[in-house]
């Protein structure tokens, strides 16, 4: 993993950085735990969509000062609460096709910003992210609809489309351990490997909107800013 002393310099150059074991194993755990219960056995382990309004714990979580110090100075100003998405991943789960985030949230511009919370070791193997590092300088990119696609176990929107990538731009997947965070640029291009491990691979992505900025609801999400604590 590339690392920086300065990671805004880092992550404005490149679209993403990495907050190193901002989380104990132990409170990723009470995180997993809540989100097993908030699904209460449903088989499916289809993603949970906004669990910060089941449990405070989420939200604390994304509260953060390591997180919000990052994404305030990127914003120049305060930051909301936008999302918030727990995946659960068993095995066998397909990932994301190449995506970028603001396509679908379509905020203003320098207001948006992802971090994604490993809540196991995340690595290629089972279903760690996929970045295009400065792929986010191009802003929006063309995207193209997949023909024939298997959402099982993940978000709708998981495998719809696909983003059309400029080829100087290259994949690369790093390895995040438990309770480290990857933030990512609303344009960074980005993806999943499928889960060809015998384990779960736990993640919490929680998105953040500067106040005052607009942005699409959508359909799914239905994303509304909220106060952080």
């Known amino acids: 993993m590339k690392k920086n ?3 805004n310099d880092f992550f404005l150059e490149n679209g993403y950085s990495v907050i190193e074991k901002v989380f104990s194993s132990e409170y990723c ?3 997993i735990n809540c989100a097993n219960t908030i699904n209460d056995g449903n088989s499916s382990f289809s993603p949970l969509m906004n ?3 089941k449990s405070d714990i989420f939200l604390e979580l994304m509260s953060d000062n390591k997180i919000i ?3 305030e100075e990127y914003f120049g100003g305060s930051a909301m609460g936008l999302q918030t998405e727990f995946f659960f991943m068993p095995p066998k789960t397909k990932g994301f096709t190449p995506h970028q985030d603001n396509t679908y949230v379509q905020a203003d511009e320098n207001s948006f910003m ?3 919370v490993a809540l196991t070791d ?3 193997e089972n279903g760690g992210l996929i970045i295009w590092p400065k792929s986010h300088i191009e802003k929006k990119l063309d995207t193209f609809e997949n023909l024939s696609y298997e959402n099982h176990n993940q978000d709708p929107n ?3 489309r696909t983003t059309d990538i400029p080829v100087k731009y290259k994949p690369y997947s790093p ?3 438990k309770g480290s965070v990857l933030m990512i640029d609303s344009w960074l291009v980005h993806a999943s490997n499928n889960n060809i491990s015998k384990n779960f691979r736990h993640a919490l992505l929680c998105t953040y909107i500067k106040k005052g900025a607009n942005f699409r609801p959508g359909n799914t999400a239905k994303r509304k800013s909220f106060g952080l604590l």
Do not use: F, G, Q
């Open 5 to 7: 002393k300065n990671s």
């Open 122 to 124: 995340v690595n290629e």
């Open 175 to 177: 390895a995040i351990t």
């Open 158 to 160: 998981a495998r719809s």
């Open 29 to 31: 755990d009470r995180i």
């Open 69 to 71: 110090k990052l994404i």
């Open 51 to 53: 669990p910060h309004t």
């Open 114 to 116: 992802s971090a994604w």
